[in-house]
């Protein structure tokens, strides 16, 4: 069983930095692609990032790139999302996601504002 925890959230000042962290259990975590997406009051839930499983190859929303970086460290089972030069828009529960997997966690909150 898919289990996934986010965490790292929090109030940030615009320009400010976050780094979100999701440990995931229940599943072979090295040889899944894995995904953070997001989710802002009133909108549809939206892919941020992705990496394949090695960490070899990532995706980014048009609206972040260059500015958050996705890792993982597959000896922690865990995946990450550095977020620099944060903006008011990117204010949303964040989730992260496995391929081939419906599962979701709780999310983790991350509201940017002055």
């Known amino acids: 069983q898919v289990q996934l925890v986010e965490s790292g959230g929090g109030l940030v000042q615009p320009g400010g930095s976050l780094r979100l962290s999701c440990v995931a259990s229940?599943?072979?975590?090295?040889?899944?692609?894995m995904s953070w997406y997001r989710q802002a009051p009133g909108k549809e839930r939206e892919l941020v990032a992705r990496?394949?499983?090695?960490?070899?190859?990532?995706n980014y929303a048009d609206s972040v790139k260059g500015r958050f970086t996705i890792f993982r460290d597959n000896a922690k089972n865990t995946v990450y999302l550095e977020m620099n030069s944060l903006k008011p828009e990117d204010t949303a529960v964040y989730y992260c996601r496995a391929d081939l997997s419906d599962s979701w966690g709780q999310g983790t909150q991350v509201t940017v504002s002055s």
């Open positions: 990496l394949t499983s090695s960490g070899g190859s990532t």
């Open positions: 229940g599943f072979a975590f090295g040889n899944r692609g």
